[in-house]
């Protein structure tokens, strides 16, 4: 599945000319490129590294773009709520909508007839997200958000290809539509935030969710603005990942029809056709390790830079001020010298035993330090459950060869995306 892609063929052939630490310059400065875990952790461990602007244009100040002080208050803010969300209720909501998925699939299975697995997947976490957090109905408030999603998305990935000196080749129509996507999708998040301060205005019963907490948990009460900022990035980064991971998990058992085997085995035998709840995630075993072998091969982030905002040493080497202490997660969880045979899918590389003997900054597929990800656990709760419920009662089978092509943009997306046929597992069917 992993044919060179320019952005990523840059950084692979530097390491492979320079080893595990190199350099190069770009229209913005000097770029420091880490490979070694100590090195990797010890740049998400630095408080002088921090936040480069890259995705400030789209997301502007929220919690995935902003550092320092506001960063903080923000994020102290917002995370009792992740804890609070991995409940029963939001199981219900994920398994709610997977069902959902499964109708629309039911007259398309056995048929041959071709479905795009990789939108399927965004539509299904986006839905959970804008429920579980904002309590937003997608299908009745947010019709055509996922493309308008995607527009941004891909913006974003032309633009950062210049962090590796690949040219910028944004021609005006699609600068025309970037702008279009980020006017509605403010007008979406706008939208929502006016609807609840009418809905608290005329003092009805609110729901208790992370948009309330944003407009009522503060001090100093978060312009419309800074919520709009907050509002986007959970959008964003509450989605996409999610059905990466779950799209690429696809691809892999396609390919793996051995551990595509005894994932039914565990599904079929914990769950006998009902839907998964959270108790049943410590037994979810398999489908959890198969999701981070998923996630060891193709992060959904698959680059993290981090601007010094004085020198830094990362071992040996200095960063100065002003440059740019750049990681290759994709690079960095197939290095051979802590992944043997690397480019194996192997999901047994998660057992416990495995996992406690590998050093900190071998796999962060979520980063590390201060700004690890806020939604890991729930990522991980609603990816298992997703893919238990999935399947349960079908199996994909891919139709394109190479079935997906890795796009390493903004995030590592499947270029143009995964067709593939249904076929229904017979005998168990889930009912919710
Ligand atoms: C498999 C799914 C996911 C992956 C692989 C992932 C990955 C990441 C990574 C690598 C970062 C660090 C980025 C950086 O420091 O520059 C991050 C941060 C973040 N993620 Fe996730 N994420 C996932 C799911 C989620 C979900 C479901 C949510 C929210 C509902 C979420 C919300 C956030 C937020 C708010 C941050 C910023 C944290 C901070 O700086 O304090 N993510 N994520």
């Not at 000097?30 to 090195?39: L, M």
């Not at 921090?50 to 995370?79: F, P």
């Not at 032309?158 to 962090?163: E, N, P, Q, S, W």
């Not at 900190?360 to 997703?386: D, N, S, W």
Request: contains cysteine; aromatic residues 6%.
């Amino acid at each position: 599945m992993a044919s060179p892609s320019s952005s990523l063929a840059f950084l692979s052939d530097l390491r492979a000319k320079y080893g595990d630490v190199a350099e190069y310059e770009t229209a913005f400065g000097q770029v420091h490129f880490f490979n070694r875990p100590e090195h990797i952790a010890a740049v998400f461990d630095h408080d002088a590294l921090q936040r480069t602007e890259l995705v400030t244009l789209v997301l502007g100040k929220g919690l995935l773009s902003s550092d320092g002080a506001y960063w903080r208050k923000q994020r102290k803010l917002m995370q009792p709520e992740f804890t609070r969300l991995r409940s029963e209720e939001f199981a219900g909501l994920v398994t709610h909508s997977t069902q959902e998925l499964l109708r629309t699939w039911g007259p398309l299975m056995g048929t041959g007839e071709s479905v795009d697995i990789a939108p399927a997947m965004t539509e299904l976490t986006l839905e959970v997200i804008v429920a579980a957090l904002f309590s937003v109905e997608l299908k009745r408030e947010g019709p055509g958000l996922v493309e308008t999603i995607t527009v941004l998305i891909e913006g974003l990935g032309a633009r950062a290809g210049m962090t590796f000196n690949q040219p910028l080749k944004v021609t005006p129509e699609e600068n025309r539509a970037f702008k279009g996507a980020l006017a509605d999708v403010d007008a979406f998040c706008l939208g929502v935030i006016a609807k609840r301060r009418r809905a608290m205005a005329a003092g009805d019963e609110v729901p208790r969710d992370l948009l309330g907490i944003l407009m009522t948990g503060s001090d100093e009460p978060l312009t419309d603005k800074e919520l709009r900022d907050e509002v986007l990035t959970m959008l964003i980064s509450g989605h996409e990942t999610t059905a990466l991971i779950l799209s690429w998990a696809w691809a892999l058992l396609a390919e793996n029809p051995d551990v595509e085997r005894d994932l039914h085995k565990e599904v079929d035998t914990l769950l006998e056709g009902r839907a998964p709840t959270l108790k049943d995630m410590p037994q979810l075993e398999l489908t959890q390790r198969i999701l981070e072998e998923s996630m060891r091969l193709y992060p959904p982030v698959w680059f993290i830079a981090r601007k010094a905002i004085a020198d830094v040493h990362i071992g040996e080497h200095l960063v100065p001020k002003g440059d740019t202490a750049l990681i290759c997660t994709y690079l960095a969880h197939r290095h051979e010298e802590f992944w043997p045979d690397p480019d194996r899918f192997d999901p047994n590389r998660f057992v416990p035993e495995a996992v406690r003997v590998r050093p900190r900054g071998a796999y962060f597929p979520f980063a590390a330090g201060r700004h690890t990800c806020l939604g890991q656990k729930l990522a991980m709760v609603e990816g298992a459950l997703i893919l238990a419920q999935l399947a349960q009662s079908v199996r994909v089978r891919p139709l394109g060869d190479p079935f997906a092509e890795i796009d390493p943009a903004i995030t590592l997306r499947p270029k143009r995306g995964m067709q593939a046929t249904l076929e229904p597992r017979t005998g168990i069917r889930p009912s919710v």
